[in-house]
């Protein structure tokens, strides 16, 4: 399994990374497969420099922040208005329960058809697994204050790795919450927003984690290493890994834009 930082910027783009984007990929029967964790503002230009968009497997939404979706409406139009044709089946698209009414509505459209002839819409059911080819995607409830966001655990089998399986964790938005230990138990990496820093964001509860939260979340869960993203462009990325070092003693670092790791 491969993770690409597609983007990265926490709550809106920032000059070196558009927002929430992560492309998965991994091989089963002779093919590469490809989701998307999250298509947020800015992240559809920079994904074609990875893939073609006719090869996307599914975009999966943890929220429907703008920050977290609202490139949806771009992959859209590049579906819909195609002068070649998109001569592809529709695009799976995972998502809370009001996913298909908030896209069109973003775009301006009724909302039947709305955008149900270019994506198949399926809601998202707390902890009830999805299988998309090689990947087992698990959905687990987290605390930010929209009516449904989940962090997302993303298996993979793999003979060679310890319990025969590979796991990427991505908590999507939340402060620390039993849901989101539980999405990261045992996961070989965890993919964890750290948006706010300590000292200056703590009268600020049930939004998003500091760093320091960041690493006791990956401690409690066992994780075995910690990817710290969704920084915004205020933040120090140094001060981030100074407090999640805190907390945490495992492998640790920053997820920059145009990276790739092999999971």
């Known amino acids: 399994m491969k993770l690409t930082i597609v983007g990265c910027s926490g709550s809106f783009p920032g000059p070196q990374s558009p927002a929430s984007c992560y492309l998965v990929t991994a091989e089963e029967g002779g093919r590469t497969w490809r989701i998307l964790l999250d298509l947020g503002n800015g992240s559809l230009g920079a994904l074609q420099r990875y893939m073609d968009l006719r090869d996307i497997d599914a975009v999966l939404l943890t929220h429907l922040h703008p920050?977290?979706?609202?490139?949806?409406?771009?992959?859209?139009?590049?579906?819909?208005?195609d002068p070649n044709g998109w001569?592809?089946?529709?695009?799976?698209?995972?998502?809370?329960?009001?996913?298909?009414?908030?896209?069109?509505?973003?775009?301006?459209?009724?909302?039947?058809?709305?955008?149900?002839?270019?994506?198949?819409?399926?809601?998202?059911?707390?902890?009830?697994?999805?299988?998309?080819?090689?990947?087992?995607?698990?959905?687990?409830?987290?605390?930010?204050?929209v009516e449904e966001a989940y962090a997302l655990r993303v298996e993979v089998e793999d003979p060679s790795a310890p319990g025969g399986r590979r796991i990427l964790t991505y908590s999507g938005d939340t402060d620390a919450c039993d849901g989101l230990v539980e999405a990261a138990a045992d996961s070989t990496v965890f993919l964890c927003e750290a948006a706010f820093h300590e000292g200056r964001d703590d009268a600020i509860r049930g939004v998003h984690l500091t760093g320091?939260?960041?690493?006791?979340?990956?401690?409690?869960?066992?994780?075995?290493?910690?990817?710290?993203?969704?920084?915004p462009v205020w933040n120090d990325a140094s001060r981030a890994v100074e407090e999640a070092r805190s907390s945490y003693s495992g492998d640790l670092a920053v997820a920059v834009a145009g990276v790739s790791y092999v999971i």
Not at 212 to 231: C, D, I, P, Q
């Open 87 to 145: 001569n592809h089946p529709r695009i799976p698209v995972w998502g809370p329960e009001g996913t298909a009414d908030r896209m069109a509505t973003a775009y301006g459209l009724a909302l039947h058809p709305g955008m149900h002839e270019d994506f198949e819409f399926q809601s998202w059911n707390p902890r009830e697994s999805v299988t998309l080819g090689p990947f087992t995607i698990t959905p687990y409830p987290v605390l930010h204050p």
């Open 67 to 81: 920050d977290h979706c609202m490139d949806l409406c771009g992959l859209h139009v590049a579906v819909h208005w």
């Open 212 to 231: 320091k939260r960041a690493g006791e979340v990956a401690a409690a869960a066992s994780s075995k290493r910690l990817l710290l993203t969704h920084l």
